[in-house]
C-alpha cells in the first residue's frame, strides 16, 4: 500500500518535472524494495536529467543504467571515445531494437560524430532526423539547430586552404619542425604577410650622440644662430621687451591723463559752488544792515 503510494506521488512529480523531489521519492521506493527495476531506471534517468552523470554511471553496476543511456553519460563527460564504443557495441549486439530505441541511437551517433570533427556524415544524420521528425515534436527545434551548426563548420572549413585544414592533426613538434612556407600555400603568405611600415613604437632608435640623415632629420628647419645666446639677451627678444615695456608705459599715460581730467572738472564744480554761497551772504549782510538802521 505504502509503495503504490509513493509511486503515485512519484508520477506527479514526474508530470510537473518537480525531478529532485522525485529522486528522494525513488530512494523511498528502494529502501523498501532495493532490487525494485522500475526504481533503479527511474532513478538512472532522474539522475541523467539532473546532469549527475557520474552518478548514473555508478548507477550501471547495479543494472539500473542500459548501455543506451551508459553511452550518453560518457559522451557527456566527454569520454568521447569509449562512448563510441559503447554505442558500437550496443548495435552490434542488439539489431532488433524498437523504433523510439533506434531514434535515440541515431540522435546520439551524430553527437558523436559532430564533437569528433565529422560534420558531413553529422550533417547527413541531423538532416535524416529533422525530416522524419513530427511537427510538433519537442527533439525538433535541437535537431534543426544541431544541423545548422553542422552546416556552418563544413562551409568554415570548406573557405579555410586545405593545408591549413590539415594541420589540425599535426602534433605540436611537426608543426615546430617544418617551416611556415611548408605549411601555408604561398599565395596566402603573400597576401596575409604584406610588408608594413615600421611604426615608431616597433623602430629602432638610434645609439645616442649619433645622428642618422633619415628624411624626418632632413625635413626639419635647421637651429636658430643665436641659440647660444641667453633667449633674454638676443635681439628678437630684446626687441619684443622693449615694444611691451613701451605699450606699458602708454597705458600709464593714458591713466594719468584720465585721473587728471576728472580732477579738473571736479575743482570747477567746486569753485563754481563757493561764488554762489559768497553772493548770497553778502547779499544777506546787506539786509541785515538796513534793519539795524531802521531800529535806530
Known amino acids: 500500500m505504502a509503495q503504490e503510494k509513493l509511486y503515485h506521488t512519484l508520477h506527479d512529480q514526474i508530470t510537473h518535472q518537480h525531478y529532485p523531489g522525485a529522486l528522494r521519492t525513488v530512494s523511498k521506493l528502494l529502501r523498501i524494495d532495493p532490487n525494485d527495476p522500475l526504481a533503479l531506471q527511474t532513478r538512472s534517468q532522474l539522475l541523467i536529467a539532473l546532469d549527475k552523470y557520474a552518478d548514473a554511471l555508478r548507477e550501471s553496476a547495479s543494472g539500473g543504467t542500459s548501455r543506451l543511456a551508459r553511452a550518453y553519460c560518457l559522451y557527456k563527460l566527454g569520454r568521447v571515445d ?5 554505442l558500437d557495441a550496443l548495435e552490434e549486439e542488439d539489431e532488433g531494437a524498437g523504433e523510439e530505441e533506434r531514434r535515440a541511437r541515431e540522435v546520439l551517433r551524430a553527437q558523436l560524430l559532430y564533437r569528433l570533427g565529422d560534420f558531413e556524415q553529422a550533417r547527413d ?9 513530427e511537427q510538433d515534436s519537442p527533439e525538433l527545434p535541437d535537431l534543426q539547430s544541431n544541423l545548422s551548426a ?7 572549413l570548406s573557405s579555410v586552404p586545405s593545408l591549413i585544414s ?8 611537426d608543426l615546430e619542425s617544418r617551416p611556415l612556407s611548408l605549411v601555408l600555400p604561398s599565395d596566402s603568405i603573400r597576401t596575409h604577410t604584406a610588408p608594413s611600415r615600421p611604426t615608431s613604437s616597433t623602430r629602432p632608435r638610434p645609439p ?14 635647421p637651429p636658430p644662430s643665436d641659440r647660444w645666446i641667453p633667449i633674454r639677451q638676443r635681439p628678437s627678444m630684446r626687441d619684443a621687451l622693449m615694444q611691451q615695456k613701451e605699450k606699458q608705459r602708454g597705458k600709464k599715460r593714458e591713466r594719468h591723463l584720465a585721473s587728471q581730467g576728472t580732477q579738473g572738472a571736479i575743482g570747477e564744480d567746486e569753485g563754481r559752488g563757493k561764488v554762489q554761497t559768497g553772493g548770497g551772504q553778502r547779499a544777506g549782510g ?6 539795524k538802521k531802521g531800529k535806530k
Not at 125 to 133: C, G, I, P, V, Y
Not at 286 to 291: A, I, M, N
Open 125 to 133: 544524420l541531423f538532416d535524416d532526423l529533422a525530416a522524419t521528425a
Open 82 to 86: 569509449e562512448a563510441r564504443e559503447q
Open 208 to 221: 645616442r650622440g649619433s645622428f642618422s640623415m633619415t628624411p624626418t632629420r632632413l625635413s626639419r628647419a
Open 166 to 173: 590539415s594541420t589540425s592533426s599535426l602534433s605540436i613538434e
Open 150 to 156: 553542422s552546416i556552418s563548420q563544413l562551409d568554415f
Open 286 to 291: 546787506g539786509g541785515e544792515g538796513k534793519k
